[in-house]
């Protein structure tokens, strides 16, 4: 039985967008299989991994019968991104088995029904609708998506926090250490305060996927769900349910010192210095002096790495120290040209914010080395 | 009517016993005890069926005049202390004076004793307490028969012969390890077990504990004040699979103290495999009022007035006796090398820790010969490859161990099998290394070396905060200063929740509560934690790993060479970091018996 003809790009394209989060290893063995379905014209790919389900449909297929079943997902896009370029494939289920031709090659493959495939039903419930544009959403991501935790106990802290206030949407991550926040203008208000804690896998996968324009991206909160739709994708996700760290109270407010830095010059000063790090800890002194920045680093060998910059201040002198990741990340993430830099003495948090921006902070704790 | 009247004595006694004589080994305690204290010399202990028949001891001691001989006999009576000053400073074995007359309640007890200068010697019979004239030469003999005759109740929970004749063995170890001064025996059915002249502290250790814990023990010797610890501690490859042969003395006293095991296992942390117990026998001296021994009637535990100093003395004292590897030491026997007792270096070769004369290992040296010849074709090793020279053995061992002309401990590379092990010839043979296990312990303790000293501590953003019980609450709060030392900056957020607002950076992604938790819990026991530098050290050992050489990677002769000279200049370098040996010596005894040569 004839599933549908199509050609190897028009397949692959899709199928990688959602065989993205299919894990490698599995209890549930349909878990690593990706539900193909065929209506219509209408080819359906859909792949989940209990906590997000990713979904696309692409018309414009008029051979083959209406039909659905599940296929391992992997295998699959292994086979087609083995295949030349713009081969032509036909797909067929015959006896439980899928079969995929391209040319003088065949591949016989083994089937699931598409009947036992878990799926994540539409939220209901009271609803929150976003739109927005695909890059604001994505840049906003990458300004703070890499200080969410990882695998940490505290779970709350194992993703990214986003609030939809009035005109405003934020986003939150933190991992106990240091914390990034960063806002964006929303076109249409939403009527009512609304947060939510978005899960690392989902996060990652976002960023992955959207892309970089102004195509619209919809946000539809609802319950314990979340779906984004983009393009021919639509993907839900579970939320995190915890209480997230009150953010507002760990920015500080009344930093007196204010640096501002070039920030490639300075990402590369840190850069350098990092080599000569503790692979662990990865410590490193900023001694800050009249007119003068200093950057030292020493690591088990007790190899040094000093980098000076010449740099606009005159208060007392500050001898501080940081984890280095934490500083690379954040001048790794952004893309201004100046960032600045407010403290207080060596023992409480820095903050680093861009010049005339109030929508973007980044939090980070000392280290005592 | 009343209803609440006093105990008859024999009762008393006898409710006495129940705690003080628990099985024969307790009788033998006591009564050995007291002929100790009484200033013997010599000391014969004879049981029959396991003590529970008969125990008798005979001293040479000082006696116990005729006056004094029923009163000897008395609850509460002693000559041991006087005023509540002599009991906070106890330097008698003994001093609650009970024990006689608990044993005389519940067995058929007799004491004949001849005091310094008495005509002749008298006997008392425990159960009458009537006296008669008797004969004996000096000192005092206790005669304790039929335990438990008149309390058969007790006698139901007494095991087999053999069990019980093996507590007191123990029991008699314990004193003959304590005062190698005296000469002890001990026979059991007329049979003679133990026949120990007096000795140094070094071949009482040889004749009770075997040879083979000698030569494959670390010798300890610290002094820090009044503080005092010597012994000796088996190396990592000589543990045993359950904690028999851990002898603890403190000032001559032995005990099973919580604090002391604790401070010992700590120093064995970094070198044995967890499921292993090391071997040792310690002394620990310490000024009496500094310890409180009135804690147990038994007295197998102790009280120590300052016990986070003896902890981190016995620790320290440990930990350094340890590190020194035997890779550094030539002459000491490779950590995974057999054992065998003809085959392992004698002990008298060892910096011994009383006196040189060993009587027991010298009877044995007969049969060491072949360092001699090994020896003499060392000389060839690093400038030809001459064919070894076949010196006779000469019959004696070189008395101090061999200096630098006779060329490294480990010796000098020969070659490499299977990308695995090196092979490298040394003074007494071949020696065999796993250079990956060897050069991950010399990355890990260089590492170590480094990041000792103040920890690096990261602050945190937001401070973890988690419920505790009262008891952690008071340990957070007492040990402030130890956990500040650790990198942990802890204050109580509500009556049962603690706020964590910086933690070491080594550890900075470990889960917070549960990591201040178990340190918590140590503390609370323990006068110091290891949690936090056991903690570190896995990270630090995972980091050696990756870093070290792997197998198959082909070796030039020279950097095999500098690998066993660094192994050389490494602290416990004979193991690696998850307790394996990391060399082996195979000796040109062992093989030249497997070769039949010279039979």
């Not at chain 2, 075997?210 to 088996?234: I, N, Q, Y």
Request: glycine share 6%; with cysteine; hydrophobic share 45%.
């Amino acid at each position: 039985m004839l599933l549908l003809n199509t050609t190897r790009d028009a397949l692959l394209a899709p199928l990688q967008s959602v065989a993205g989060i299919v894990e490698k290893r599995h209890t549930l063995p349909i878990l690593s299989n990706v539900l193909i379905e065929k209506q219509g014209d209408t080819l359906t790919l859909l792949a989940t991994d209990i906590e997000i389900q990713i979904r696309t449909a692409t018309a414009g297929h008029q051979d083959g019968s209406d039909t659905a079943i599940t296929v391992g997902a992997r295998k699959l896009q292994d086979i087609l991104r083995a295949l030349p370029d713009s081969a032509a494939v036909s797909i067929s289920l015959d006896d439980k088995r899928l079969t995929v031709k391209a040319g003088k090659s065949r591949f016989a493959l083994q089937t699931l029904p598409a009947a036992d495939y878990p799926r994540m039903n539409l939220p209901d419930g009271d609803v929150v609708r976003l739109t927005v544009a695909q890059r604001t959403f994505k840049r906003q991501l990458a300004q703070v998506a890499y200080s969410m935790a990882q695998q940490d106990i505290r779970y709350y802290l194992n993703g990214l926090l986003i609030i939809a206030d009035g005109g405003e949407l934020r986003m939150v991550a933190t991992d106990g250490h240091r914390l990034a926040y960063a806002a964006s203008t929303l076109d249409n208000a939403v009527a009512q305060r609304t947060e939510a804690i978005l899960p690392r896998k989902t996060v990652l996968e976002l960023s992955r996927q959207l892309a970089d324009n102004d195509d619209p991206l919809e946000v539809v909160l609802a319950g314990n769900q979340v779906v984004f739709r983009f393009g021919a994708v639509e993907l839900i996700s579970k939320l995190i349910d915890g209480k997230f760290p009150d953010y507002e109270r760990v920015i500080p407010q009344n930093h007196p010192n204010m640096i501002t830095f070039d920030r490639l010059p300075l990402l590369a000063a840190l850069q350098r210095a990092a080599i000569l790090t503790t692979d662990k800890f990865r410590g490193v002194r900023l001694v800050l002096g009249d007119g003068s920045l200093k950057l030292i680093s020493t690591n088990a060998e007790q190899e040094e790495a000093v980098e000076e910059l010449e740099v606009d201040y005159h208060g007392a002198a500050l001898d501080i120290g940081f984890n280095v990741t934490y500083l690379l990340d954040v001048l790794n993430n952004l893309s201004s040209e100046h960032v600045e830099w407010r403290f207080n003495d060596g023992n409480s948090s820095a903050l680093i914010t861009l010049p005339g921006n109030e929508q973007f902070k980044y939090v980070v704790m000392p280290m005592r080395i | 009517m009343s209803v609440i009247h006093r105990l008859p004595d024999l009762l008393v006694n006898q409710i006495a016993a129940g705690e003080v004589v628990e099985r024969p080994a307790s009788v033998l305690k006591e009564v050995l005890e007291n002929a100790v204290d009484a200033g013997s010399r010599a000391i014969e202990v004879q049981l029959e069926q396991g003590g529970v028949r008969r125990i008798r001891v005979a001293d040479d001691g000082c006696g116990i005049d005729r006056d004094d001989l029923a009163l000897a006999l008395e609850r509460h009576a002693t000559s041991k202390i006087a005023t509540l000053d002599d009991l906070e400073r106890v330097a008698t074995m003994g001093f609650r004076g009970e024990a006689l007359a608990a044993i005389a309640a519940v067995a058929r007890t007799t004491i004949t004793s001849r005091a310094a200068g008495a005509s002749h010697a008298w006997r008392i019979d425990g159960s009458d307490r009537s006296l008669a004239p008797a004969a004996l030469n000096n000192g005092t003999v206790v005669d304790v028969a039929d335990l438990y005759f008149n309390t058969p109740a007790r006698r139901k929970f007494l095991k087999s012969e053999g069990t019980e004749f093996a507590h007191c063995d123990e029991m008699f170890r314990r004193v003959a390890l304590a005062r190698p001064d005296l000469a002890l025996q001990l026979s059991h059915n007329a049979r003679v077990i133990h026949r120990l002249p007096p000795g140094t502290p070094l071949a009482r250790v040889g004749a009770l504990m075997g040879d083979d814990f000698v030569t494959h023990a670390r010798e300890v010797e610290a002094e820090s004040g009044a503080l005092r610890l010597t012994g000796l501690a088996s190396l990592p490859a000589y543990s045993r699979a359950s904690r028999d042969a851990q002898y603890f003395f403190v000032n001559g006293r032995f005990v099973r103290d919580k604090l002391l095991t604790h401070a010992v296992r700590q120093a064995y942390a970094d070198i044995l495999h967890g499921a292993r117990h090391p071997a040792y026998v310690l002394f620990l001296s310490i000024d009496p009022a500094g310890v409180d021994v009135n804690v147990h009637p038994a007295k197998i535990e102790v009280r120590f007035r300052d016990a986070r100093a003896v902890h981190q003395f016995v620790f320290h004292a440990l930990t350094r006796a340890l590190a020194e590897s035997g890779a550094a030491a030539a002459g000491t026997p490779a950590p995974g090398a057999a054992v065998d007792a003809e085959e392992t270096a004698p002990a008298a070769q060892r910096p011994a820790f009383a006196s040189p004369a060993y009587p027991p290992a010298a009877a044995r040296q007969g049969q060491l010969a072949m360092e001699a010849a090994s020896q003499a074709y060392y000389g060839f090793v690093g400038s030809a490859r001459d064919t070894p020279a076949t010196a006779p053995a000469d019959r004696h061992m070189p008395a101090t161990p061999p200096d630098d002309t006779q060329g490294p401990p480990l010796g000098f590379a020969l070659g490499q099998l299977h990308g695995v092990y090196i092979l490298a010839q040394n003074q007494a043979g071949l020696v065999l290394v796993d250079m990956h296990a060897a050069h991950e312990r010399i990355l890990y303790e260089r590492l170590k070396t480094v990041l000792d000293g103040r920890p690096a501590v990261q602050r945190l953003l937001i401070p973890a905060v988690f419920g505790v019980g009262a008891r952690d609450m008071a340990a957070a709060e007492e040990h402030g200063e130890v956990l500040a030392g650790m990198g942990f900056e802890i204050a109580p957020a509500g009556p049962q929740e603690l706020a964590v607002r910086s933690v070491p950076a080594l550890l900075a992604n470990a889960p917070v509560a549960e990591l201040v938790r178990s340190v918590l819990e140590e503390l609370r026991e323990f006068p110091a934690s290891e949690v936090v530098t056991a903690r570190r050290n896995e990270l630090l050992a995972t980091m050696a790993c990756h870093g070290a050489v792997r197998a198959n990677r082909q070796l030039t002769v020279a950097e095999m060479n500098a690998l066993l000279r660094e192994m050389e200049a490494t602290e416990r370098a004979d193991q690696c970091n998850h307790g394996r040996p990391t060399w082996t010596q195979l000796s040109m005894q062992e093989l030249d018996r497997f070769f039949m040569r010279g039979q």
